[in-house]
């Protein structure tokens, strides 16, 4: 099992659009690159280099004549963009990325097991309002 991410993190964008990770996430990770993709609800899932080659087995094991499957697997991989790491430990994010994810200056980053999620504050804020009274109810296991 490789790492697993949990808690959030407030972060601001540059001028540019860079970000700097919290030091904690990556403690211990010798890690040049993260990649990033489509995620659920509106963010952005971001990926170790490790993860993100599981990812792409599950993605190669799923049943490309499945139109559902089929859809996740091309949104997914059509989305995938990679970011490296500048001398000041920050990513660049991008005019585009910002812009088709909707995210602000301010950043959310939530631990999310295998992977983070990078959301727009704002819009996390919305979700949380959404979702916020479901969190104790009863979840069903299969």
Same mark, same amino acid.
């Given at each position: 099992?490789?790492?697993?991410?949990?808690?959030?993190?407030?972060?601001?964008?540059?001028?540019?659009?860079?970000?700097?990770?919290?030091?904690?996430?990556?403690?211990?990770?010798?890690?040049?690159?993260?990649? =990033? @993709?489509? &995620?659920? $609800?509106?963010?952005?899932?971001?990926? !170790?280099?490790? +993860?993100?080659?599981? *990812?792409?087995?599950?993605?190669?094991?799923?049943?490309?004549?499945?139109?559902?499957?089929?859809?996740?697997?091309?949104?997914?991989?059509?989305?995938?963009?990679?970011?490296?790491?500048?001398?000041?430990?920050? =990513? @660049?994010? &991008?005019? $585009?990325?910002?812009?088709?994810?909707? !995210?602000?200056? +301010?950043?959310?980053? *939530?631990?999310?097991?295998?992977?983070?999620?990078?959301?727009?504050?704002?819009?996390?804020?919305?979700?949380?309002?959404?979702?916020?009274?479901?969190?104790?109810?009863?979840?069903?296991?299969?």
């Amino acid at each position: 099992m490789g790492k697993i991410f949990y808690g959030s993190y407030l972060r601001n964008l540059d001028e540019k659009g860079r970000l700097l990770l919290p030091s904690t996430l990556l403690k211990g990770e010798e890690v040049d690159r993260l990649y =990033v @993709l489509k &995620g659920f $609800d509106g963010c952005l899932s971001v990926y !170790l280099p490790d +993860e993100f080659s599981t *990812l792409m087995d599950e993605l190669k094991h799923m049943d490309f004549r499945d139109p559902g499957q089929r859809a996740f697997v091309r949104l997914s991989l059509a989305s995938i963009k990679e970011l490296r790491f500048d001398s000041h430990g920050r =990513v @660049l994010l &991008g005019a $585009d990325t910002l812009a088709e994810y909707g !995210l602000g200056r +301010e950043i959310l980053i *939530l631990g999310a097991m295998d992977h983070l999620e990078f959301w727009d504050k704002k819009a996390f804020a919305a979700y949380n309002l959404r979702n916020g009274a479901s969190f104790d109810a009863p979840v069903r296991r299969s």
